[in-house]
């Protein structure tokens, strides 16, 4: 479980906003809100998913899980959670998905799309640590500022080592439509 919440820790340190800015909201422009049933097959939710994500890697997939936060200046991303809420997950909007409107917050969706992964080497994890000492240092003088991201890392590395692994995995969906459940 500790690998799992660190995982939604490092999600969260690592996935910005970003994008162009231009209204969330979907525009005849940009399409309508895709609403569609998810494909036949397994549904996972978010702490379902995570101890068998790397088996899935490229495969298309359904996962169901509470909207906790749209990109307000893109819509292009949102980010899920499981029941328990200790797990986030990152969509990303691609396919027949406009964008992510900000009133989604809060809702439970069922998205489709293709499972991505992102690992993270341990130079780069060393990188980020140590980019994070000196911001912290050039702030305020003193390393408080950003211990908890340097604990995130150090976890990462200790997981890394346990695991025999040379990178830290970190999943997410290029979602292709999504379905509003509970409507």
């Known amino acids: ?24 909201n979907n ?5 309508p809100a895709t609403e569609l049933a998810p ?16 088996d899935l890697v490229g495969q298309d997939i359904t996962v169901r899980g509470y909207v906790t936060h749209t990109c307000k200046h893109s819509g292009k991303r949102c980010f899920v959670v499981g029941e328990d809420q200790n797990l986030s997950f990152r969509v990303e909007a691609k396919g027949n998905i ?3 409107n900000r009133e989604l917050v809060g809702s439970e969706l069922a998205i489709t799309g293709k499972l991505q992964e992102r690992r993270l080497s341990e130079e780069y994890l060393d990188q980020l640590e140590k980019d994070l000492s000196e911001k912290a240092l050039a702030e305020d003088g003193s390393a408080e500022t950003c211990q908890a991201e340097i604990a995130n890392i150090e976890g990462m590395k200790q997981w890394m080592q346990e695991n025999g692994k040379d990178y830290y995995a970190i999943y997410y969906m290029d979602g292709e439509e999504y379905e509003i459940l509970g409507e």
């Not at 479980?1 to 969330?24: E, H, I, P, Q, T």
């Open 27 to 31: 525009s005849a422009a940009d399409g």
């Open 39 to 54: 494909a036949a097959g397994t549904v996972y939710t978010i702490d379902d998913l995570m101890p068998v994500a790397g």
């Open 98 to 100: 406009g964008g992510f």
């Open 1 to 24: 479980m500790k690998k799992l919440l660190l995982f939604a820790a490092v999600a969260a340190l690592l996935a910005s906003c970003g994008g162009n800015a231009r209204n969330s």
